[in-house]
């Protein structure tokens, strides 16, 4: 059974930094790209950030662009989002998901596998 647990998440004040961890078990995590994605109340789902299976290759959400960091230890089957200047808006829910192919991807139907999700508040 492949499970992802995200966490990290709180409450801070805008410009501050939060570093969100996804550590996932019962599947090769080295093999997978993986990606990390937000939900706001009242919003849908949006793709934040990926990053390729040997984390080579990242890309990111023009909103996120500069300011998240998106990395991973294959040693410790865990993926990370650094994020720094953050403001209001990007209050969500983060879930981090492993995708069902070996090339990156950045929308949800690529994603086989979620976590339930971390809360980040930001206060203005």
């Known amino acids: 059974q492949v499970q992802l647990v995200e966490s990290g998440g709180g409450l801070v004040q805008a410009g501050g930094s939060l570093r969100l961890s996804c550590t996932t078990s019962?599947?090769?995590?080295?093999?997978?790209?993986m990606g990390w994605f937000r939900q706001a109340p009242g919003k849908e789902r949006e793709f934040v950030a990926a990053?390729?299976?040997?984390?080579?290759?990242?890309y990111y959400a023009d909103s996120v662009k500069g300011r998240f960091t998106i990395s991973r230890e294959n040693a410790k089957n865990t993926v990370y989002l650094q994020m720094n200047s953050l403001q209001p808006e990007d209050t969500a829910v983060y879930h981090c998901?492993?995708?069902?192919?070996?090339?990156?991807?950045?929308?949800?139907?690529?994603?086989?596998?979620w976590g339930q999700g971390t809360q980040v508040t930001i206060s203005s």
């Open positions: 019962g599947r090769t995590f080295s093999r997978y790209p």
């Open positions: 998901a492993a995708a069902n192919s070996y090339i990156i991807a950045t929308m949800s139907d690529d994603y086989d596998y």
């Open positions: 990053i390729s299976w040997s984390g080579d290759n990242t």
